[in-house]
T-cell receptor, first 115, second 109 residues
């Protein structure tokens, strides 16, 4: 399967600051990348789907101006949480998918804590 | 609406066999995934079923019945490291993953 990395793995920031999370597909051409968030003891919640070279599609209830997603290449997508607040504290997980396969490969996740 | 149901929690004994069930109602079906997730980590892929039947992969097997909207994950020769949450997810007609809430599996010695 594909190797997916996320950076940073853990971040703590002050309320009001912006945080950028990178998702890299190390050995896989990811035509589609997904961003999820997960709260404790809950399943993953899809935030947005991004296709390389086009604007991301956001799920209902997810503010696109707050969670900026850029999918500039087939191996990199970034999620920027702007003006982060404590309620944004969560585990953010990306996954990648190729055009040929339905299978998704998940990144290790980024734990965001907003103080 | 779309719905995935799986038990919240199960307990089993080391060395035994356990079956985790998953039923689904989704708009379209393009396959069903099982993931394992240890606390604080992202889910890792276990299996993918798109045709009816049993898929065996080592100690883990996954079964699918599309007509019944039903799948199960079978874990044999349980080990302590199998203690984790097991997520069932369906790929719907829009190729979006619909996730179950996960089944927490507790393995006792």
């Amino acid at each position: 399967g594909a190797v997916v990395s996320q950076h940073p793995s853990r971040v703590i920031c002050k309320s009001g600051t912006s945080v950028k999370i990178e998702c890299r597909s190390l050995d896989f051409q990811a035509t589609t990348m997904f961003w999820y968030r997960q709260f404790p003891k809950q399943s993953l919640m899809l935030m947005a789907t991004s296709n390389e070279g086009s604007k991301a599609t956001y799920e209902q209830g997810v503010e696109k101006d707050k969670f900026l997603i850029n999918h500039a290449s087939l191996t990199l997508s970034t999620l920027t949480v702007t003006s982060a607040h404590p309620e944004d504290s969560s585990f953010y997980i990306c996954s990648v998918q190729s055009r040929e396969a339905d299978e998704q490969f998940f990144g290790p996740g980024t734990r965001l804590t907003v103080l | 609406g779309q719905n995935i149901d799986q038990p919240t929690e199960m307990t089993a004994t080391e060395g035994a066999i356990v079956q985790i069930n998953c039923t689904y109602q989704t708009s379209g079906f393009n396959g069903l995934f099982w993931y394992q997730q240890h606390a604080g980590e992202a889910p890792t892929f276990l299996s993918y079923n798109v045709l009816d039947g049993l898929e065996e992969k080592g100690r883990f097997s996954s079964f699918l019945s599309r007509s019944k909207g039903y799948s199960y994950l079978l874990l044999k020769e349980l080990q302590m490291k199998d203690s984790a949450s097991y997520l069932c997810a369906v790929l719907d007609s829009n190729y979006q993953l619909i996730w179950g809430a996960g089944t927490k599996l507790i393995i006792k010695p």
